[in-house]
């Protein structure tokens, strides 16, 4: 099991910018990749970003390359994401999600792949 808890959701002016936590709990935090998703109301869930359990890979949904950036920190057991440059359209609920499946060398943008979640924080971006 992984519990997986957000947080540095707000609100904030375009422009701006935010950084989320998520902390996880549970199981070895170095064996499992992790991957943040968005969903906007009345959308789809939208995959934003992911991070290896090693660092040392990353894969960026188009819209996000440039502003967004992942990282994470095994000794702490958090993965983080900082988000720049945020516009009205990145309003949304801001999940983490961690994929405790088989190694990969770059993490899956696919949500059916990940088998734990967290419970998402709110960033509202204002206009």
């Known amino acids: 099991q992984v519990q997986l808890v957000e947080s540095g959701g707000g609100l904030v002016q375009a422009g701006g910018s935010l950084r989320l936590s998520c902390a996880a709990s549970?199981?070895?935090?170095?064996?499992?990749?992790m991957g943040w998703f968005r969903q906007a109301p009345g959308k789809e869930r939208e995959f934003v970003v992911a991070?290896?359990?090693?660092?040392?890979?990353?894969v960026y949904a188009d819209s996000m390359k440039g502003r967004f950036t992942i990282s994470r920190d095994n000794a702490k057991n958090t993965v983080y994401l900082q988000m720049n440059s945020l516009k009205p359209e990145d309003t949304a609920v801001y999940y983490c999600?961690?994929?405790?499946?088989?190694?990969?060398?770059?993490?899956?943008?696919?949500?059916?792949?990940?088998?734990?979640w967290g419970q998402g924080t709110q960033v509202t971006v204002s206009s």
């Open positions: 999600a961690a994929d405790t499946g088989p190694f990969f060398l770059t993490p899956s943008m696919t949500p059916s792949i990940y088998d734990y």
């Open positions: 549970g199981r070895t935090f170095s064996n499992y990749d």
């Open positions: 991070i290896s359990r090693s660092g040392a890979s990353t």
